[in-house]
């Protein structure tokens, strides 16, 4: 059985703040993929980032960074100076066999 | 726009019906997924087709059923709605290796209501 655990329900922050949102996962199997999905409050879920097993390499895109950490079984997201837009339900995933969501993290970024 | 499209955006109907969402993948995409969103029960996965064969199943009550079409189309049925059922359910997309571990794309969602 594989499982993601978002222990952040909430996170709220004024603009230009960091911010990291914590994902821990489990799962038995050796390969397997983790991902990253945003839904802003339009509702639509939009795919943010995908990284493999066997790919510790931390990653950054813009604003955003990953850090994938086998060790703790941990792939945490970490938006650089935050804004406004920045505001949504950011889901961690977790497939080898089927896509399973973490509960979210519902950021908030106010002026 | 992810390219995934979904009708219709909202329905509202009343217990013991029965109503049909329809998903449309992006050009090329063989895999349809479908998922449900509620606010106890958060994203759920509810059943995978990979064209046109059902290939993974979830959480799926044995009142819904789903079903990939030649052009590789899908529909979601959900029957006996129950007041429980009401939710978001998205339909998702990805391409076509036929493996699992593809990035998905998700439709805008149908939000169903059961009143």
């Known amino acids: 059985a594989q499982k993601v655990t978002q222990a952040q329900t909430e996170i709220s922050v004024v603009e230009k703040e960091d911010v990291t949102l914590d994902c821990v996962y489990e799962?038995?199997?050796?390969?397997?993929?983790l991902f990253w999905y945003k839904q802003p409050p339009s509702g639509e879920l939009v795919f943010l980032i995908r990284?493999?097993?066997?790919?510790?390499q931390n990653e950054i895109s813009g604003r955003y960074s990953w850090n994938f950490q086998k060790s703790t079984s941990s792939f945490n997201f970490t938006i650089t100076a935050s804004q406004v837009v920045d505001s949504a339900v950011y889901f961690c995933?977790?497939?080898?066999?089927?896509?399973?969501f973490g509960t979210g993290t519902r950021l908030q970024v106010t002026l | 726009d992810s390219g995934v499209t979904q009708t219709p955006k909202h329905l509202i109907t009343a217990t013991g019906q029965r109503v049909t969402l329809r998903c449309s993948p992006r050009?090329?995409?063989?895999?349809v997924y479908w998922y449900q969103q509620s606010l106890d029960q958060g994203l759920q996965f509810l059943i995978q087709?990979?064209?046109?064969?059902?290939?993974a199943k979830g959480n799926i009550l044995e009142r819904f059923s789903a079903q990939q079409f030649p052009d590789l189309h899908s529909e979601l049925n959900l029957s006996s709605l129950e007041l429980g059922d009401s939710a978001l359910y998205f339909c998702?997309?990805?391409?076509?290796?036929?493996?699992?571990?593809?990035?998905?794309?998700f439709g805008p969602g149908t939000r169903l209501t059961v009143l």
């Open positions: 998702a997309s990805s391409s076509p290796s036929g493996t699992d571990y593809n990035e998905q794309f």
């Open positions: 050009s090329g995409d063989l895999s």
């Open positions: 799962t038995r199997d050796t390969t397997y993929y």
């Open positions: 995933a977790l497939t080898s066999s089927k896509l399973t």
């Open positions: 990284r493999n097993s066997f790919d510790e």
């Open positions: 087709y990979y064209n046109g064969e059902e290939r």
